[in-house]
């Protein structure tokens, strides 16, 4: 089943976001719903991606399973039945939530996104290559695109409601959240990244960059939170493509964008809502290299048979 738009779920609607529907099961959970929406340059497609939900629920299900009590973390269960044991007004409709939901324990958010970069790309080589800088901070002259930082960078961001997040240093960030906060989530997301960047590097998938959300729960614990290390939130490069000196194809949206620009170039298309009509071949692409990551991350194929 291909979810774009999700029917009222029978509990009180807490937000939408581009993928995600939050619903509030009580004061102390939320359920998380990733549909099959995607978006690309902050436009909402109207064609749903199939499969996609699944794979970013599944996938960061996966990866809190590999950090074990280490992080903690604030799922409860991605599991539709269990899920459905635990909130009985989600029984008849399993079919929505199935393979794509999240029980979560509440938390209070910390109103920053913490970035690390492994490589040189995106916003981060846009502003070094126009001012040598990231978020104001000097990096080494004469690095290329694609370039490996090594040891990585904590690049903290404001969360922004609508457009681009803003690139922040840690001072600023200190002045946010506390300074011993942002130590210990600069601390937590470097050790996420680096086990992340081991396991991927085992499957042939650089890790170029990421962004983590944390909170505090309702003992004081801080807690990471949404999806983690997902094709959504971060950069999955093909290792054996790997050459720095230009951009790197990527395991998420690239057949879209690539469409979008071609658009773009034509003049068919602005760039603002609404967005062009998605052929079916860019939907299928975009959809297998959701399908290809997961299978190269977790090892095993994505478990279909709820979803169609």
């Known amino acids: 089943m291909t979810i774009a738009q999700l029917e009222p779920l029978p509990l009180r609607h807490l937000r939408r976001g581009k993928v995600r529907e939050v619903y509030v099961v009580d004061d102390d959970r939320l359920l998380l719903v990733a549909t099959d929406r995607v978006s690309a340059f902050d436009v909402v497609m109207a064609e749903p991606i199939p499969y996609k939900?699944?794979?970013?629920?599944?996938?960061?299900?996966?990866?809190?399973?590999?950090?074990?009590?280490?992080?903690?973390?604030?799922?409860?269960?991605?599991?539709?039945?269990?899920?459905?044991?635990?909130?009985?007004?989600?029984?008849?409709?399993?079919?929505?939530?199935?393979?794509r939901a999240m029980l979560c324990r509440r938390t209070t958010v910390f109103p920053i996104e913490c970035v690390v970069r492994g490589y040189l790309s995106g916003s981060?080589?846009?502003?070094?290559?126009?001012r040598g800088t990231l978020a104001g901070e000097r990096l080494a002259t004469g690095m290329r695109e694609s370039d490996r930082l090594d040891p990585p960078l904590f690049s903290p961001a404001t969360k922004a409601e609508a457009g681009h997040d803003e690139n922040i240093t840690i001072a600023q960030m200190a002045g946010v959240v506390g300074g011993?906060?942002?130590?210990?989530?600069?601390?937590?997301?470097r050790f996420v990244y680096g086990r992340g960047r081991d396991i991927a590097a085992e499957r042939g998938i650089i890790i170029a960059d990421t962004k983590f959300e944390f909170g505090r729960d309702s003992d004081g614990r801080i807690t990471l939170i949404d999806e983690v290390l997902t094709p959504d939130s971060s950069r999955f490069w093909p290792a054996e493509q790997y050459e720095p000196g230009h951009s790197q194809p990527s395991f998420d949206k690239q057949p879209l964008r690539d469409y979008l620009d071609t658009e773009r170039r034509a003049g068919r298309w602005n760039g603002d809502a609404p967005p062009p009509t998605l052929p079916p071949d860019v939907v299928h692409a975009t959809s297998a290299r959701y399908l290809d990551a997961f299978r190269r991350i977790t090892g095993a194929d994505l478990d279909t048979s709820d979803l169609s």
Request: no cysteine; charged share 25%.
């Open 53 to 99: 939900g699944a794979v970013l629920t599944q996938i960061t299900a996966w990866w809190l399973g590999q950090f074990g009590s280490e992080v903690q973390n604030h799922l409860l269960s991605s599991d539709a039945d269990e899920i459905i044991d635990l909130v009985p007004a989600l029984a008849a409709r399993r079919a929505d939530i199935a393979g």
């Open 124 to 130: 981060a080589w846009k502003e070094y290559r126009a």
């Open 180 to 189: 011993d906060i942002a130590r210990e989530l600069e601390r937590l997301s």
